[in-house]
């Protein structure tokens, strides 16, 4: 099934934009939401150059104005009739070991990737079940798969909060045999802004390898998805199963 129209948070930078750029190419509609509105202008003005068959809109969006949220997706699907896909991807890495004094960067990531990804679920599941379709899709993280040490602890418990609400929500709808699908992705490492800093690390892919990957997983509609498959599903299956200190190692 082709999902025409797609809405991604978090569009103006790293892999939300990667991915506007290869649905673009595609021919699918996009309707992008971020903070940085004049980044999400340039991105639109670039992609409707390159492909003018399509449409773009944007508006901007602070996901933590949770009010905010459901009057931007309302008025998306206003604008563009349907909204088929929405993905979940707004996020931040900020943060530091516990008990060292920067709760405030903890405290402002676990706002940022969970309660307000639980205000963009829920945004979407109200337009979803008035349409009675639409596919779901929530970027969570590898980090979520175990307990991280250091800065990514907070981190890895967010995107592991995503993965579990993710799964209620799937849960919730093959009880109901609702239409509308539900995918939980689980990004390995790929080059964005949000790492852009860090140095000597494991298997990762720059931007465009890493967004085609994405794309190309997420239009399967699976429940769940390792990306790019190899290595992340291997090391995802090890990682359940390694002791602890050694999966520490991995951060």
Same mark, same amino acid.
């Given at each position: ?8 948070? $978090? &569009?103006?930078? +790293?892999? #939300?934009?990667?991915? /506007?750029?290869?649905?673009? =190419? @595609?021919?699918?509609?996009? %309707? ?62 900020? $943060? &530091?070991?516990? +008990?060292? #004094?920067?709760?405030? /960067?903890?405290?402002?990531? =676990? @706002?940022?990737?969970?309660? %307000? ?135």
């Amino acid at each position: 099934m082709v999902r025409t129209n797609i809405l991604i948070t $978090g &569009a103006s930078s +790293g892999l #939300g934009e990667g991915m /506007a750029r290869e649905w673009a =190419a @595609q021919g699918r509609n996009l %309707a992008l939401c971020a903070r940085r509105v004049e980044r999400l202008e340039a991105l639109r003005d670039e992609l409707l150059a390159a492909y003018p068959h399509i449409q773009v809109s944007v508006r901007a969006l602070d996901v933590n104005d949770h009010d905010q949220v459901f009057k931007v997706f309302r008025e998306f699907r206003e604008e563009f009739g349907t909204i088929d896909r929405i993905l979940v991807n707004a996020g931040m890495g900020k $943060g &530091a070991a516990l +008990g060292t #004094g920067y709760f405030k /960067a903890n405290l402002k990531t =676990a @706002q940022t990737n969970f309660v %307000a990804a639980l205000a963009q679920c829920e945004a979407a599941l109200e337009l979803f079940r008035d349409q009675r379709d639409g596919h779901l899709v929530t970027i969570s993280s590898m980090s979520a798969v175990r307990g991280m040490p250091r800065a990514m602890t907070t981190y890895a418990a967010t995107k592991a909060g995503v993965a579990a609400l993710t799964e209620g929500i799937r849960s919730d709808l093959l009880v109901a045999k609702s239409k509308i699908k539900v995918t939980t992705i689980f990004p390995g490492y790929i080059r964005s802004e949000i790492n852009e800093k860090v140095k000597k690390v494991p298997f990762i892919v720059d931007t465009a390898t890493g967004c085609r990957a994405l794309v190309r997983a997420i239009e399967r509609e699976p429940a769940e998805a390792y990306v790019p498959s190899w290595p992340w599903t291997v090391v995802g299956f090890l990682m359940k199963r390694l002791p602890l200190s050694l999966v520490a190692k991995m951060a």
